[in-house]
């Protein structure tokens, strides 16, 4: 398989941004590549890498664990978001977003939706600090790994690419000026629980 790791040093400054701020809009789109694989022994996740090839983000869920909580850490092991299944939803699948490690209150959720190329929905939370601009549509194939975001004016504002050749576990992650970067990298973790079967974080003998 192709070399998707170059540099396992984390990137100065790539992900320093706090967990809901986003991207300068002087900036160009961010690129990373993302591979579907834990760098530690018997865990399941995802490795993130910048356009140099830095560690820009992981995740890692014990091969013990549900993977109904799943914690994203920048390069440095500090945590962004936290990525929970809401149990007892009234309106189908549905995934908690919470800022680092705090789990009291969310500040985006994400939905599963069943109409036409819409595959979720994600929403900020009252009292999040955010308005309706920060309320994104995700179409596409996540088993493809085609995916576009869209923000609530119709832009795309982020984007799941193939990369070629490697297969579907490698991935790339665009995301336009604007956007948080983790938070963008927050919905691939929820798309991967409500959508990639098996999900490589999720065990499905998980009862409800």
């Known amino acids: 398989m192709a070399k998707v790791h170059p540099n396992m040093a984390p990137a100065p400054g790539a992900v320093g941004e706090a967990p809901c701020a986003p991207a300068s809009s002087a900036e160009g789109p961010t690129t990373l590549t993302v591979w579907r694989k834990s760098l530690l022994f018997d865990c399941k996740g995802f490795t993130v890498f910048d356009a140099k090839g830095?560690?820009?983000?992981?995740?890692?869920?014990?091969?013990?664990?549900?993977?109904?909580?799943?914690?994203?850490?920048?390069?440095?092991?500090?945590?962004?978001?936290?990525?929970?299944?809401?149990?007892?939803?009234?309106?189908g699948e549905q995934w908690l977003v919470f800022s680092g490690e705090e789990t009291r209150r969310p500040v985006y959720t994400v939905r599963r939706s069943g109409r036409g190329k819409t595959l979720a929905h994600?929403?900020?939370?009252?009292?999040?600090?955010?308005?309706?601009?920060?309320?994104?549509?995700?179409?596409?194939?996540?088993?493809?790994?085609?995916?576009?975001?869209?923000?609530?004016?119709?832009?795309?504002?982020a984007e799941i690419r193939p990369?070629?050749?490697?297969?579907?576990?490698?991935?790339?992650?665009?995301?336009?000026?604007?956007?948080?970067?983790?938070?963008?990298?927050?919905?691939?973790?929820?798309?991967?629980q409500m959508f990639a079967r098996p999900s490589l974080l999720r065990s499905w003998s998980t009862v409800d």
Do not use: H, I
Not at 54 to 61: E, F, G, I
Not at 131 to 151: K, L, Q, T
């Open 54 to 91: 830095n560690l820009a983000y992981r995740v890692d869920s014990y091969a013990s664990e549900s993977g109904d909580e799943v914690v994203l850490m920048d390069a440095a092991g500090r945590p962004a978001f936290t990525v929970r299944r809401k149990r007892f939803s009234l309106q």
């Open 122 to 157: 994600v929403t900020a939370c009252a009292g999040a600090g955010a308005g309706p601009s920060y309320d994104y549509e995700v179409e596409g194939s996540y088993a493809r790994r085609s995916c576009v975001v869209y923000d609530g004016e119709r832009r795309a504002v």
């Open 163 to 192: 990369k070629e050749v490697v297969g579907t576990d490698v991935f790339r992650l665009v995301v336009q000026p604007g956007v948080g970067v983790s938070l963008a990298m927050a919905v691939v973790v929820a798309l991967e």
